[in-house]
């Protein structure tokens, strides 16, 4: 534990922002590894959905303030790329 006043406040800040950050975080983890299964599985029309739902979820994430909106460009145009990739096959 610090011994100083503001770094006191500040842990306790930090544990509530961590609190309310991580379930965001996960649900955009779980939205981008079920597009990525369905990718690798073959299924497009399966990915296709999944795709939108997982850049409505990376959206929503950038709006809160719990990732930069740049790394939400950088996510939702990763998974496009793989989405394209196997519409190229």
Known sequence: MPNIKSSERSVKTDALRRSRN?????????????????????????AKNLLVE?????????AKGVIHK??????????????NALAAK
């Open 22 to 46: 991580f379930p965001v975080k996960s649900v955009l983890k779980t939205a981008a590894k079920k597009f990525v299964e369905s990718v690798e599985a073959g299924k497009a029309d399966e």
């Open 54 to 62: 997982a850049t409505s979820t990376i959206d929503k994430a950038a």
């Open 70 to 83: 740049n790394a939400a460009a950088r996510k939702k145009s990763r998974l496009a790329r793989r989405l």
